[in-house]
């Protein structure tokens, strides 16, 4: 079973390397990943990867990396830096070939060697803004 310092470092490969079903893999069967900017949570492994692959798909070239990771028993905080070039259909929207960078963090429940909760927060205004696309 993997300690909560090994799934994070697996989390920010498997998200560097695009590969959408390792990163799945990290999560439990149930897992709820609430990314706060973009309303209602994701729940499930399957809903996760489908998200993942579609992300990757947008934005090929896309990269994340990690500045801080804290550890605390069983929950870690992540903060990054990323960006990317948006180059294929995105949230029913046709690529406008804009490239965005910016900031954000996650905080993550590790339970059995996997994710059980993410919580992320990034700047809406500021990545739609880069990408040309309406903030609300």
């Not at 990757?56 to 990269?63: G, K, Q």
């Not at 070939?97 to 700047?123: E, H, N, S, T």
Request: hydrophobic fraction near 50%; charge should be negative.
């Amino acid at each position: 079973m993997r300690t909560v310092r090994e799934v994070m470092v697996a989390w920010g490969e498997a998200w560097n390397g695009h590969d959408a079903d390792a990163l799945a893999a990290l999560y439990h069967d149930d897992a709820v990943n609430h990314q706060v900017a973009f309303g209602a949570p994701r729940v499930g492994r399957e809903a996760m990867r489908e998200d993942f692959r579609a992300f990757f798909a947008a934005f090929p070239d896309s990269y994340t990396h990690v500045e801080v990771t804290l550890i605390d028993g069983a929950r870690a905080a992540v903060e990054w830096v990323g960006g990317a070039t948006w180059t294929g259909p995105f949230a029913g929207r046709a690529p406008t070939g804009a490239p965005f960078a910016l900031r954000g963090c996650g905080f993550f429940v590790i339970v059995d060697g996997k994710i059980k909760a993410q919580r992320g927060y990034v700047d809406r205004a500021t990545w739609f803004g880069q990408l040309g696309l309406p903030i609300i």
